[in-house]
């Protein structure tokens, strides 16, 4: 993290109380203040997997862990990395401790020996793990990787990614979209965590002018060694097309991501960088909490331009397609819905679909003028029709300092991000990422799908053990919610280092059983480094 201090009186003094107990092989953590905030139960994971990361010539990399649990944990970073013109892949393992009911920050830099201005740099998959003999009652943990870079295919920016569990690794992953050539650089890393080889194949795919349905476009090849890591470079076939589909198959199950570098792409006028890690099938629902796409008129580049990307990845099928824009909602405003019936996708097709052109603007929740906030469900015809989605923003952001000496100071940041929806409403949302200081925003967003009210606590767990709970009467449709000034208010005391603003958090159900999407949108131009950029991530519901 890059940080710059600020200080705030803390008005009120908190009270925490956590019991923990394992039921179903699940850690479920209750705190007992205030009054709605007695059932946080995280579903978390034992061991993490990292396909991407770098450190050196301008990458600093790090891992946040949160610990919801009454128990410290000794978590292990086992590092999988080889320098730049390297051919050894090396192995490293670091221990380090996680106070309970907590979070920590692990710079990938200081355990690699490779500070961010190494003119070397090295290449890295991590397998993060807590089952370990030494804290056996400690058994969980959520981890994500922050990673910023000084300047990298001329982009200085950043990306965020919530790793991928047991569960989660397959032989087969799926991505909508994956831009080239015009429209940006990107890779396929692949982590094979594996005692055997994995032999790798990626197929590329899109309709494009005068090609022939279901045709296959292009091939590659990889075999990843046992307990290494593989990258596919999508920029050495010189596809014609600048936004291809992606299905990536395995003898071996393995764990798949793709970083994509923007440098003023796609006729946007924005740069940055954006990771997701790769689905393991296709689904019927998609729903999106996160959304601006304000409306202009035709020739004018706006400040902020999304786009949902579907992909169709069937060899057969024809499927179609329902995509519903909701707005956000207040208790005097209720949301409103537009709903579009798409063209049908044919077999082994993507198509880029233009929220902002789709975004007629909808009653703000606040006030009589328009919003150009949306949350998004996509649905597809049939139960037995499946496609995969993604949502990508371009956008100048613009923020502002929550508490300086000088009073309230505006800053901006340009950032691309994209996400995966979440395939299904939970009832629990959590994230070990997040940062409040000065030159950050952390937003939370939240779709409640439902005709009517729900009860949802929200929870933020700071570095040094401070602990915040709030309940919140979230109304139907799209709710935005302000973490900074949360964190600046109600985490800092005077005298509290920086550790003070990275925070993680949980939303959950308070009866357990209401259903919904948690979204979390960070933000950053630290006058400190030379980065600006943001980026989007889908709670983790276990």
């Given amino acids: ?92 393992i670091v221990t380090n401790t996680v106070k309970a009911q907590s979070r920590m920050t692990e710079s990938v830099n200081a355990d690699l020996g490779v500070p ?62 994956v831009p080239t050539g015009s429209a940006g650089s990107s890779w396929l890393s692949i982590l094979n965590p594996q005692a055997t080889s994995a032999n790798v194949q990626v197929q590329y795919y899109t309709m494009g002018p005068n090609e022939t349905v279901g045709s296959v476009k292009n091939y590659q090849t990889l075999t990843v060694p046992p307990m290494s890591r593989g990258t596919f470079q999508t920029g050495n076939l010189n596809m014609p097309y600048s936004h291809v589909a992606a299905v990536i198959t395995s003898d071996q199950k393995i764990l798949v991501e793709r970083p994509s570098y923007f440098g003023l792409t796609d006729g946007y006028n924005v740069v940055g960088a954006a990771d997701v890690v790769g689905v393991a099938a296709p689904a019927q629902s998609w729903y999106f909490a996160e959304g601006t796409a304000p409306h202009v008129a035709v020739g004018v580049i706006p400040d902020t331009q999304e786009n949902l990307i579907i992909a169709n990845p069937s060899d057969t099928q024809t499927i179609g397609v329902t995509v519903t824009l909701i707005s956000s909602s207040s208790p005097s405003s209720a949301s409103v819905t537009h709903t579009y019936s798409l063209p049908p996708l ?134 935005t919610y302000d973490i900074t000034s949360r964190i600046e ?7 509290d280092s920086n550790q003070a603003y990275e925070v993680s958090m949980t939303v959950q159900s308070a009866d357990g059983k209401s259903t919904f ?8 131009h630290p006058t400190s480094y030379n980065v600006q950029g943001g980026n989007s991530v889908v709670g983790y519901t276990g």
């Avoid at 295919?153 to 087969?172: H, K, R, W």
Wanted: glycine letters at 8%.
């Fill in 346 to 479: 044919p077999p082994y097709s993507q198509t880029i679909w233009d929220v902002n052109a789709n975004n007629k603007g909808f009653p703000s929740a606040t006030n009589d003028k328009s919003t150009s906030d949306v949350a998004i469900q996509v649905v597809t015809d049939s139960i037995a029709h499946k496609v995969v989605v993604q949502r990508q923003i371009y956008q100048t952001y613009h923020g502002v300092n929550v508490n300086t000496f000088n009073g309230q100071i505006g800053w901006s940041a340009q950032s691309v991000t994209d996400a995966f929806g979440a395939t299904a409403q939970s009832n629990k949302f959590s994230f070990a990422e997040g940062y409040g200081a000065t030159d950050y925003n952390e937003v939370l967003t939240l779709l409640n799908p439902s005709q009517g009210d729900e009860n949802i606590d929200l929870t933020l767990v700071n570095t040094l053990g401070h602990i915040y709970t709030e309940h919140l009467t979230v109304v139907p449709g799209r709710s």
């Fill in 1 to 92: 993290m890059f940080y710059r201090r600020h200080h705030r009186l803390i008005l009120s003094a908190l009270v925490l109380v956590i019991i923990a107990s394992v039921l179903v092989g699940f850690e479920m953590a209750q705190s007992l203040m205030p009054a709605h905030a007695d059932n946080i139960n995280l579903q978390v994971g034992t061991k993490w997997y990292f396909a991407e990361g770098r450190v050196g010539r301008g990458f600093r990399e790090y891992f946040t862990v949160s610990n919801p649990t009454v128990s410290a944990c000794t978590v292990q970073f086992e590092y999988l990395y080889v320098a730049d013109n390297g051919t050894a892949n090396n192995v490293k």
């Fill in 116 to 177: 961010d201005a190494s003119p070397i740099g090295t290449t890295n998959s991590t397998v993060v793990d807590v089952n370990l003999g030494s804290t056996p009652t400690c058994s969980q943990v959520v981890v994500e990787r922050p990673m910023y870079f000084t300047s990298f295919q001329g982009v200085s920016s950043g990306t965020d990614i919530i790793g991928a569990t047991d569960a989660q690794l397959n032989t087969t992953f799926y991505f909508a979209d």
């Fill in 517 to 524: 999407v948690a979204e979390r949108s960070q933000y950053y």
């Fill in 489 to 495: 208010q109600n985490l800092v005391q005077v005298g």
